[in-house]
DNA sequence: TTGATGATGAGTCTCATG
DNA sequence: CATGAGACTCATCATCAA
């Protein structure tokens, strides 16, 4: 039987809790009777989960020690498939994980066909059980974090900030140590011990590892301090909240922050909800402590967040500066701006000028993440998740060229002293197609493109357009203007003569996108398919600008690891920002793109090595330790991983980040783990 | 076999209005 | 604040001609 007990709040609390899922489990798990949470023990998902339980145990923490439960772990099919077991294993995959999988699947598992559908299996499985751990934090999360979420933890699979408790509390810093039994631990902020016992093997626990505050590389240290200052002191009586002031003292949080969270969140708050409140203010605080105050309006209906904006910074935000996306399973808000500037673009002054990063994300490498801003609902808080928490930045690239492109970018790069590239790249469509001007009609009020997609506007439309406006002499009647105004706007059409539209040829995309032009030509690539490599690339002068911090940093080069790398648009950035490109290992599964990057490479003479490989999943630890001992590390891994099931133009599969290629989201993370366990390990 | 073409909406956000 | 119209979106697939 195994044990869990989980801290994050006071023990009484915590220990009720994990009591009760001991009772629970004793019980066989159908507890639907006693919760005042309901939960559909029946629905798939969960049926999944219980199978998933009952499946055989096999515990590899690092020391070696193997733990084993209820049933053994190696792959129920025989010989043949032991070495798909030992493949997915060693790109990181939970052993249960695989384990289960390969008995889903059968002997089938060899077909590389069947590979492809094995490991979207797992990443599935695994999303599909995480996400339900978010849904019903309050148990499933034990549950999960019981019989799923240890394993993809000691495999290496899952992170610490994964495991979530109530009020979205990331549960930081925890490592796996070896140790006896002994008695509950203290209780700390931000703190979770979880402790696994069992009477057939030695006990395993999870507890915050502070190592991480203490050893790092001074540059990879933050700047900030998450220290409230002095000046919030507050003079306050503590009245019939003594007690909670007390409690929140000991557990390591400053006077003024818990009479300011009990303050606004009222005497009657849990210790657990004034916790949170003042996580949120640190983190809000650090975001802006420097804006001036502003009028404060009521807060009754403001949430802890805001609170802390409004009351504690005096920072109000604009009415209409972010819009909230909400996930159906989770209500943590995610702010895309408005404008959609990031941390500021060379036009725009910079609303946020520093940013505090969560621990786990900082720390060698370097990496830089990017996807389309407007994917379904909840797909951007998983992608953050994922990648330590990090908050997206999101940036349209319409500040940077005369096309529109909304990008989310996750990275941990500093924010200060960016640099555009120059020159400035034309903002708009007149500047960038001087030639068209002379035939723009005035009706036609355009001035940026939308964003550059994958297929263009056909002929036949270019020419039903010149047939609805060669009857008119003057201006045509509102209908058809309105008619051609969205035909050019859905086709990103320009004026190329009397009444006469046309979309853009392929070189003017490499222009507006930042490449040199003829970028893409060349290697026996059709025009169709450079529409399509272009419409999937980055635009160069956005990430340039987000890239650019690295030049003072690498005056000697990079060794980057570029994953999805396309058309090499974070190569081409690097280049033209005058990072001397050391050793590039490039993965990218066409081959047409992988030539585009080749020929540029031997175009632009660079002095380094482009290493291309055409599949992540060829990327194993092995693979990725004996590349990184070839040239010491890498500095930046960079890539945006496939939109086909995320992009709004997709109405035949928008299947979000389970998708079929969108789910290689999750190999840029297990990729980017290795290489951070391996540097790290390194250091 | 390859390249080009045209038909195929839903989901979500923005903004004006009352 | 609720509502509805308008706007935008790193795409896919069957088909046909060369």
Sequence with gaps: MTIVSLCGQPEDLCLCKAERLKMELLQGGDESGGESDSFDWNSEDER??????SSSLRLTVPNGAVLTGSGEASPSAGPSNSKVFDHFVSMG??????????????NGTTSPNLSKDFVRKMKTNYLKNFSRTRRN????????????????????????HHFLVKGGTPLKYAKVIESSPQPQQRIEPNHCSLVLESPHQPQVKIEPDLSSSEGGVSSWENSDSDALSDEEEMTKSLRGSDNIVLTLVKMGYKQDEALIAIERLGCNSSVDELIDFIGVAQMAKAEDALLPPEEKPGISKLNKRRYYELEVLGRKRPKSCEKRIISEDDDEPLHLPNPMIGFGVPTEPAIIKHRRLPDDAVGPPYFYYENVALAPKGVWQTISRFLYEVEPEFVDSKFFCAAARKRGYIHNLPIENRFPLLPLPPRTIHEAFPLTRKWWPSWDTRTKLNCLQTAIGSAKLTERIRKALENYDGEPPEDVQRFVLEQCRKWNLVWVGRNKVAPLEPDEVETLLGFPRNHTRGGGISRTDRYKSLGNSFQVDTVAYHLSVLKDMYPNGMNILSLFSGIGGAEVALHRLGIPLKNVVSVEKSEVNRNIVRSWWEQTNQKG?????????????????????????????????PCNNLAGSNRVSRDGLEGKESSLFFDYCRILDLVKNIMTTNQ
Excluded: C, H
Aim: aromatic fraction near 14%; hydrophobic fraction near 45%.
């Design 48 to 53: 999944e989960i219980e199978n998933f339980q």
């Design 93 to 106: 995959f939970p052993r249960e994980m695989v384990s289960k999988v390969i008995e889903e699947y059968g």
């Design 137 to 160: 934090a309050s148990k499933l999360f034990l549950l999960s974090l019981l019989w799923y979420g240890i394993w993809g933890y000691l495999s290496g699979f899952l992170r610490p």
């Design 609 to 641: 090595n482009l290493i291309d490989l055409d599949d992540v999943q060829q990327l194993n630890g092995d693979r990725i330790e004996k590349l990184m001992n070839t040239f010491g590390g890498f500095d930046l891994i960079v890539g945006g991983s």
